[in-house]
Nanobody, 121 residues
Framework: QVQLVESGGGLVQAGGSLRLSCAAS????????MAWYRQAPGKQRELVAH???????KYVDSVKGRFTISRDNAKNTVYLHMNSLEPEDTAVYYC???????????????WGQGTQVTVSS
């Protein structure tokens, strides 16, 4: 069984910063892609950023220059450093990982439970 547990969400004023963390645990052999998604009320879930095992990153245009995704492979943890937060960043943020469990032949995709980020104006 694999679990992704997020932490670090909360309420912050516009212009402020937050750091989200997501730790994967369980019978994990290796983790390929790790990513952060978000879903605002009434909107579809969107990919915010992803990072490969080797550290290559990609961001949605709206967060480029403000958010940084990073990972610690030894800890099976991915982070999202969010700076210059805007009210439009308010959403539930979800961690996502494409990983292989021990003794499996292929990767599976897993989601965290989500953490609320609220940015006040």
């Amino acid at each position: 069984q694999v679990q992704l547990v997020e932490s670090g969400g909360g309420l912050v004023q516009a212009g402020g910063s937050l750091r989200l963390s997501c730790a994967a645990s369980g019978s994990i052999h290796s983790i390929n892609f790790m990513a952060w998604y978000r879903q605002a009320p009434g909107k579809q879930r969107e990919l915010v950023a992803h990072i490969t095992r080797g550290g290559r990153t990609k961001y949605v245009d709206s967060v480029k220059g403000r958010f940084t995704i990073s990972r610690d492979n030894a800890k099976n943890t991915v982070y999202l450093h969010m700076n210059s937060l805007e009210p439009e960043d308010t959403a539930v943020y979800y961690c996502n990982a494409t990983l292989r469990i021990v003794a499996a032949y292929y990767d599976h995709n897993y989601w965290g439970q989500g953490t609320q980020v609220t940015v006040s104006s």
